[in-house]
T-cell receptor, first 114, second 112 residues
Framework: DAGVTQSPTHLIKTRGQQVTLRCSPK?????VSWYQQALGQGPQFIFQ???????QRGNFPDRFSGHQYPNYSSELNVNALLLGDSALYLCASSLAWVGNQPQHFGDGTRLSIL | DAKTTQPPSMDCAEGRAANLPCNHS???????VYWYRQIHSQGPQYIIHGLKNNETNEMASLIITEDRKSSTLILPHATLRDTAVYYC?????????????FGTGTRLTIIP
C-alpha cells in the first residue's frame, strides 16, 4: 500500500518564476494538506483541500494556490517566487471527519530559489 | 502559534528509555495531544496521540498529567534510528481534516 508520494523531490528555480508541486495521497484518503518547512523550523500549514475545494488556509499570500483532482491528488502552485520561498514543501493526507485520524506525510519537495 | 513548549535538545544512551517532556499549560478540555517525529530528510511520522488517558502503541507510550497541562513521550528502548526531531502538538480535534500546528520540537540524539 503506497503512502503519500510527492514529486519532484528536488527543484531549483529563480526569482520571479512559477512552480508546481504534486502530491498523491495515501490510498483511501480524501483530504490533502500542504505545509512549508524552512530550514531549522517546524512545518507551517499552508492550506488544505477536501472535495476539490480549499477548506482551510494558513497565513500565506495569494501567490500560493492549489488544486485537488477527483482522484484526490493535489497540486501546490507558487507564483512570483521569492528567495524566502526556499523550503521543504510537505504534503499530508488524511480522512476528513473521521476520528482518530493522524495525517500521513510524504517526504517532501525541496525547493531552492536562486 | 504553537501551544506547546519543548526543550530544544536532549541526549539519551542507546538501550535506555528516552523521556521527552512537553508543556501545554493552556490546553482546553477537548484538545488532543499528538506526537510526531521527523528523521533527517524525511517527512514527519505520526507516533501517538491522546486526550486524557495514558496511551501505548508499538512505538511509544504517552503519559498525560491529570491536569493535562503537560505530557511525556516515552521511547522504552531507544535505538540509533530514534535520533530525530520530536514534535508535541495540541490539536483541536482528532479528525483527519484538523490542521497541525508545529513548534520547533526537541532534537533527540541517541548516543551509542
Amino acid at each position: 500500500d503506497a503512502g503519500v508520494t510527492q514529486s519532484p523531490t528536488h527543484l531549483i528555480k529563480t526569482r520571479g518564476q512559477q512552480v508546481t508541486l504534486r502530491c498523491s495521497p495515501k490510498s483511501g484518503h480524501d483530504t490533502v494538506s500542504w505545509y512549508q518547512q524552512a530550514l531549522g523550523q517546524g512545518p507551517q500549514f499552508i492550506f488544505q483541500y477536501y472535495e476539490e475545494e480549499e477548506r482551510q488556509r494558513g497565513n500565506f499570500p495569494d501567490r500560493f494556490s492549489g488544486h485537488q483532482y477527483p482522484n484526490y491528488s493535489s497540486e501546490l502552485n507558487v507564483n512570483a517566487l521569492l528567495l524566502g520561498d526556499s523550503a521543504l514543501y510537505l504534503c499530508a493526507s488524511s480522512l476528513a471527519w473521521v476520528g482518530n485520524q493522524p495525517q500521513h506525510f510524504g517526504d517532501g519537495t525541496r525547493l531552492s530559489i536562486l | 502559534d504553537a501551544k506547546t513548549t519543548q526543550p530544544p535538545s536532549m541526549d539519551c544512551a542507546e538501550g535506555r528509555a528516552a523521556n521527552l517532556p512537553c508543556n501545554h499549560s493552556t490546553i482546553s478540555g477537548n484538545e488532543y495531544v499528538y506526537w510526531y517525529r521527523q528523521i533527517h530528510s524525511q517527512g514527519p511520522q505520526y507516533i501517538i496521540h491522546g486526550l486524557k488517558n495514558n496511551e501505548t502503541n508499538e512505538m511509544a507510550s504517552l503519559i498525560i498529567t491529570e491536569d493535562r497541562k503537560s505530557s511525556t513521550l516515552i521511547l522504552p528502548h531507544a535505538t540509533l534510528r530514534d535520533t530525530a526531531v520530536y514534535y508535541c502538538i495540541v490539536r483541536e480535534s482528532n479528525f483527519g481534516n484538523e490542521k497541525l500546528t508545529f513548534g520547533t520540537g526537541t532534537r533527540l540524539t541517541i548516543i551509542p
